[in-house]
């Protein structure tokens, strides 16, 4: 029992996934005996907000400026400006795609998150028997990237049979969020076809957006709108200015 435990948490790189596989076990016993985790519901809630986000993955945390026809497609004329484009954007259209590769959305967050931290896990605790690892010390935490990354393909292999059989349940991600009649603020200028971005606070998280002036009025950065429409491909939202007490 003592050698276990001392494999368990020796070196370094094992201690730490091991901290990761308790928490996991703890957040699943509770779950399933229906006990709530008051401020750890954060989990749920970050599964739910990246399978939202997988959703409208085209619409969120884009700052383009597009010119579009009259029926909110892009014009095959158009012109993107790219200043309003920054790393941060390009970074999250890569952390989505990631996300899909491993099977996000069509099986639940957390079910995947498990499934990557125990293939990381059990490949970091055979990596330190078969090898010198072991007596690496804090530097064995290095051996956590390759098991890191053999973990992601076996988790998106693991993880196909169980997406096709939800499928064939019916089961199609966390719920979409309905985003109409939502209220935010512009994040841009927009005018007549133009496309902007607004932000909107979702369960105290914000998401922007991309939004089209819905009679063509300019609205200008920092201004209150509401969504009132969508475009048919899903793709933009229709928003006009919000009336408030001070605007009668």
């Known amino acids: 029992m003592t050698e276990i435990l001392h494999s368990l948490f020796n070196p370094l790189s094992n201690a730490i996934m091991s901290g990761f596989m308790i928490v996991i076990l703890i957040y699943w016993l509770f779950s399933f005996l229906g006990i709530g985790l008051g401020e750890m519901d954060f989990d749920t809630d970050f599964g739910a907000d990246i399978d939202s986000d997988i959703d409208v993955d085209a619409q969120v945390d884009t700052d383009t400026q597009v010119d579009t026809d ?20 390009a970074g999250d259209s ?11 959305g069509k099986v639940p967050f957390m079910l995947v998150l498990s499934t990557l931290k125990f293939f990381t896990w059990a490949g970091a605790l055979v990596t330190t028997q078969l090898t010198i690892a072991g007596s690496w010390g804090w530097k064995s935490v290095f051996i956590l ?12 292999y693991a993880t196909k049979p169980l997406a096709r059989f939800l499928s064939r349940t019916g089961y199609q991600g966390e719920e979409r969020t309905e985003f109409l009649g939502r209220s935010g603020r512009m994040m841009s200028t927009i005018t007549k076809d133009k496309i902007g971005s607004a932000e909107f606070i ?7 957006l991309n939004v089209i002036s819905h009679n063509g009025d300019e609205i200008k950065y920092g201004e209150s709108v ?22 009668n």
Do not use: W
């Not at 009259?70 to 941060?88: F, K, M, Q």
């Not at 979702?202 to 922007?208: G, S, V």
């Not at 009132?228 to 605007?247: G, N």
């Open 145 to 156: 990237i390759p098991c890191f990354i053999a973990g992601v393909i076996l988790t998106r």
């Open 202 to 208: 979702i369960e105290k998280n914000p998401i922007r």
């Open 226 to 247: 509401m969504i009132t429409d969508e475009t048919q491909d899903k793709k933009f939202y229709y928003v006009t200015k919000e009336v408030t007490i001070d605007q």
């Open 94 to 104: 890569l952390f989505i795609r990631f996300l899909k590769f491993m099977n996000v």
């Open 70 to 89: 009259h029926h909110g497609e892009p014009s095959p004329h158009a012109e993107v400006d790219d200043s309003h484009v920054t790393h941060e954007n």
